[in-house]
């Protein structure tokens, strides 16, 4: 079964350092996604990506944050000063098209920040 | 802000016993999902439930849509040993054709 694919497994990095989580998503994916997950708590949306662009995005995902799309396999969601507070499990995840198609889940990026 | 309450959050039983895992809201979604979600790993779509009332089977493992799409269950009968681990619910706010609004999850342990 095709995959999504996400670098780096785990990511340590010092408070107020900027870091890049990369996904590859599947090939003919249209709709892409961020998702996060602090240990222990819940899975939280961050932002939707569609035709090179946000669609949405949730109150998280402020302007410490941005994603990409450089090329035609690469997804990227960059924070720019990290904070303690944004050390958790981030999840890259693609869809083929709208709603109600299968939302396949990367291994995700452990992120740290000391 | 919509919501989705899961209960139980744990829950650990024998092998052979039936369990049912639910997910309910005050608001109403548009669809809802069940994942499985292994240790250091992404959640994995187990189904999708989108008419109210809706019932799918996916062995032994049975997921139900409430009425008023407010709502779902998730029953395992007979659970196994290889049933073991976390279980998410998701749903699609009825206003957001992007986001999902997840359940805490319930870690389920079935001993042998």
């Known amino acids: 079964e095709p995959e999504v694919t996400q670098t780096p497994s785990h990511q340590v990095t010092q408070m107020g350092q900027e870091v890049i989580l990369r996904c590859v998503p599947i090939?003919?994916?249209?709709?892409f996604y961020w998702y996060r997950q602090i240990l222990g708590q819940k899975v939280e949306f961050l932002v939707s990506?569609?035709?090179?662009?946000?669609?949405?995005k949730s109150e998280i995902f402020d302007d410490q944050f941005s994603v990409e799309r450089p090329d035609g396999s690469n997804f990227t969601l960059k924070i720019r000063s990290t904070k303690l507070e944004d050390s958790a499990m981030y999840f890259c995840?693609?869809?083929?098209?709208?709603?109600?198609?299968?939302?396949?889940f990367g291994s995700g990026t452990q992120l740290s920040v000391l | 802000t919509q919501l989705l309450e899961q209960s139980p959050q744990f829950l650990s039983i024998q092998e052979g016993e039936n369990l049912t895992v639910y997910c309910n809201s005050s608001s109403v979604f548009s669809s809802l999902q069940w994942y499985r979600q292994e240790p250091g790993e992404g959640p994995v779509l187990l189904v999708t439930v989108v008419t109210g009332g809706e019932v799918k089977k996916l062995k032994r493992l049975t997921f139900q849509f409430g009425d008023a799409r407010k709502d779902s269950s998730l029953h395992i009968t007979a659970a196994q040993p290889g049933d073991t681990g976390l279980y998410l619910c998701?749903?699609?706010?009825?206003?957001?054709?992007?986001?999902?609004?997840w359940g805490a999850g319930t870690k389920l342990i079935i001993k042998p």
């Open positions: 998701a749903g699609a706010g009825a206003d957001s054709n992007y986001q999902l609004i």
């Open positions: 990506f569609y035709n090179n662009e946000i669609s949405e």
């Open positions: 995840a693609s869809r083929k098209r709208e709603l109600g198609e299968k939302l396949f």
């Open positions: 090939s003919n994916h249209l709709y």
